[in-house]
């Protein structure tokens, strides 16, 4: 098992069994890639970029919204035995930096239309999708045409691969460790719960830069021999997606809660054919009851599987089964079969039922630790378990109910926003001496960012003014939607420490 790899999802020799009839691995805006295609047009992307010096271990940062090119970078990189560093194409530029040098970045590939974001170095090399003829730039569409079909160097199943950043309480992102066998253990077990066979049609509407893009079944789907269909990642629209599910005849897909309830919403709906649908997965926040009751009622054939997991994997620690979604409404689900899930109390002793504690979690695809970070490393992974700082109860059957989150995140419209980093740009702008952001409700997306502001003394700031500021800092999605001005200190422990329930108090949140 040493040497069986990332890679060796693409190979389907004749002798396989798990191969959908046409061959099709990805498809993206109708444009197919074959198993043999991706296998082969990867492979010339390791072997060119290994004539122009890359070297076993170097990272490379990959900017660029989904396309079949992002696939071709995966699997080139795991090939070289590099490590693949997804870098969110909402992030501005000084975020995208941080990134790059955290984890010591020697390539970054990136398509025309992010050229923006990306930060100059004369200590990277870059690689340019669809990009005009740019000096210090080398052409993806030329690497590709340039390389060879020829053996690469080996690659160990525990050779690092990829670094799968999150951002944390410290406020600025940490790089998830991860190898060839975490990877593959984090998709192997959705094979099983999932049921994925050659015949799975998953469509990957979340970005593939995140986590759940491809480690949510997409790279089970591939390792079965099904077909994968990457959508655009901006511009969602419910009324395309449906078409979409009918005429691919789609079998499986992951939607955020909110994203599930525009699909429900969707006049359409009931003028489509989507009987092929057997599986919407859904995570990153709680789905409301009245979601889950809308869509038994609309897609009678479609379980609905509530998931929770994190960039530190398993991305699908905990899931609910369909005939459980209504009998367990609220709950997260039980342990996947690739992970021992507990939940514990200070002293790491189990909680009985009923009792709030702290989900930690042991399992193989667990990552290794955090890149550069041997004090979160520390606090995070605890005698081979992973705290994940979610605070949780179970009950008598052993089904997970998320309590809250005790690093305080915030997830608006299905996307982690940690007050943290939020806070500490904030409290740079000159007219700021401190700031505290707690999440609050909201229809649209779930959880808004609240923002409590205290000005220096003497100081004006109106959040007309702030907000360009914050724009150019910090990723839109990032950015509280209120904010509340003052010159009184925030509410603190003796300790020093923020009363975050306090601060809600103060907004009334």
Known sequence: MDSYTVAELLRKP???????????????????????ELDERSTRLATSLRDQGFAKGDRVGVLMYNRLEWAEVFFAVAKLGGVVVPINYLLKTQEVEFILADCGARWVVYERELASIVPPSAERRYVGVDTPDTPGVLSYTALVGAGRVEALPPVAAEDLFLLQYT????????????????????????????????????????ALCWAAGFH???????????????????GFEPARFLELVERERVTSVLLVPTVLKRVLAEPTIASRDLSSLRIIASGGEPVPVTAIEDARRKLPTCDLLQCYGMSEF?????????????????????????????????????????????????????????????????????????HTGDLAQVDEEGYVYISGRSKDMIISGGLNVYPAEVERVIAQHPAVLEAAVVGVEDPKWGEIGDALVVLRPEASLSEG??????????????IPRRFTFTGDPL???TSGKVQKFRVKEVLGA
């Open 314 to 386: 398993p991305t699908m620690m905990l899931y609910l089964d369909g005939p459980d979604a209504v009998r367990k409404i609220g709950s997260a689900g039980r342990a996947c079969s690739a992970a021992e899930i507990r939940v514990v109390d200070t002293d790491g002793a189990d909680v009985p039922p009923g009792t709030v504690g702290e989900i930690v979690c042991r399992s193989p695809a667990t990552m290794l630790g955090y890149y550069g970070r041997p004090d979160a490393t520390a606090s995070t992974l605890v005698d081979g378990w992973l």
């Open 465 to 478: 003014e702030l907000l360009p500021y914050l724009k150019e800092q910090l990723a839109n999605y990032k």
């Open 14 to 36: 004749r002798t396989a069994q798990r191969v959908n009839e046409r061959r099709v691995a990805i498809s993206f805006e109708g444009r197919d890639l074959t198993y043999d």
């Open 216 to 234: 949510d079944i997409a790279l089970a789907t591939l390792w079965r021999g099904g077909r994968v269909i990457l959508s655009p990642s901006t």
């Open 491 to 493: 509410p603190r422990t």
């Open 167 to 206: 951002s944390g309480t410290t406020g600025t992102p940490k790089g998830a460790m991860h190898t060839h066998s975490t990877v593959l253990w984090n998709s192997f077990h959705q094979i099983v719960d999932y049921a994925v066979t050659a015949a799975e049609v998953f469509v990957v509407v979340p």
